[in-house]
């Protein structure tokens, strides 16, 4: 079965072509995706009227160039997956919409998706990867740990109390003047940079070991630069040591989860799960403790939308269909 894959839940306008016969064994056909980082830098931070204005723009031709480059048409695909949450409901409503439009017309079946689904399910785009696994989504939007025990039940073990650590990343870049998104910027500058160079904190929260606590680092950093008036820290030295403090507090919950689950496969996914120290520092530390690290190509760690065609193919396979009454939910609950 050809599956249709549509994503516009944030910033970014996605559709994929998958094929797949049984759950969890697919193979990406296409890909295409409209990006707004040049909108949205002008602000530091994504705006969610012009993200959505840009979306019923790109949505048509990101959806032709998909299925172009699958050499498809509407005839061969069998259903339509589509994120109907948690996102910007302005945004969420635009892919939405154009869904229901395109099953209304061809007949297509067509389900919604849970946008963090997509994100825990990722990684079976290009691995083998038998449930149960623990996942850690680690995005612009979210920064939580599940049990993906099996296609459509997921516990969730802990999550970010504050700010999101892509949100963290993001913050400090604009605060260190460094441009939009900061995430990659960060990493890149970091490379050079000593991560020992300055002791930023490492935020546990109390009686709560599988949770995150982000705000803590970024008011350092914020407070650093404001005591620091001379600006004699080199910047790939700050970045270094506020990415270390941020990777560190993410392995230390998530290599604890992996304990107290018995998970011998963690998978690192979402845009956050692009950056090469979190990568390299959590690879070393899951084979220490006799585990294996599983992420995506960095194409599917943001926001795509052949990570929605995966979700969705479970159901479609199985013959089932959402009616298109369905609406967009910007808090839909996993
Ligand atoms: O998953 P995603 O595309 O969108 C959301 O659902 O949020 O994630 C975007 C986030 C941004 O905060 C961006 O700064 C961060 O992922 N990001 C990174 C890197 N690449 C993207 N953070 C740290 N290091 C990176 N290399
Ligand atoms: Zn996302």
């Known amino acids: 079965m050809l599956i249709l894959g549509i994503e516009s839940s944030c910033d970014d306008a996605a559709a994929a072509v998958l094929a797949t016969d049984r759950p969890g064994v697919a193979e990406v056909r296409a890909t295409a995706i409209a ?6 830098r002008a602000y530091g931070g994504i705006v969610p009227e012009l993200a959505s204005r840009g979306h019923v723009v790109t949505i048509m031709p990101v959806i032709e160039r998909a299925l172009a480059s699958a050499n498809a048409t509407l005839d061969d695909i069998g259903g339509i997956a589509v994120t109907r949450g948690p996102g910007l409901v302005g945004s969420l409503l635009v892919g939405l919409l ?9 007949g297509l079946p067509m389900v919604g998706v849970n946008h963090l689904e997509g994100h825990l399910l990722a990684p079976m785009l290009e691995h083998a990867l038998p449930f149960p696994y623990l996942a850690l989504v680690v995005s612009g939007g979210h920064t939580a740990l599940f049990a993906v025990e099996d296609f459509g039940r997921y516990r969730r073990l802990g999550a970010t109390r504050d700010d999101a650590a892509g949100e963290a990343f993001d913050k400090v870049a604009k605060m260190m003047g460094l441009g939009y998104p900061g995430g990659r910027i960060i ?3 970091s490379r050079s940079g000593d991560p020992k160079g300055v002791k930023f904190p490492r935020a546990r929260v109390k009686n709560a070991p599988l949770d995150f606590s982000f705000s803590g680092v970024k008011t350092a950093v914020a407070l650093f630069l404001a005591g620091e008036r001379g600006g004699t820290t080199a910047p790939n030295d700050l970045a270094a040591s506020f990415q270390e403090a941020v990777v560190e507090m993410l392995i230390r919950p998530t290599i604890a989860a992996a304990r107290e689950l018995g998970a011998d496969t963690i998978a690192l996914t979402g845009g956050v799960a692009a950056n090469s120290r979190l990568r390299d520092r959590l690879a070393a530390a899951a084979e220490a403790d006799g585990r294996r690290l599983v992420a995506p190509s960095f194409k599917y760690c943001t926001d795509n939308a052949a990570m929605i065609a995966i979700a969705g193919s479970y159901r479609l396979l199985r013959g089932e269909r959402d009616p298109l009454t369905i609406d967009a939910n910007p808090n839909l609950p996993l």
Not at 35 to 40: A, C, E, P, S
Not at 98 to 103: E, L, Q, R, S
Request: charged share 30%.
């Open 35 to 40: 990006n707004q980082d040049d909108v949205h």
């Open 98 to 106: 154009c869904a229901k439009g395109i099953a209304q017309a061809s």
């Open 187 to 189: 990493d890149e500058l």
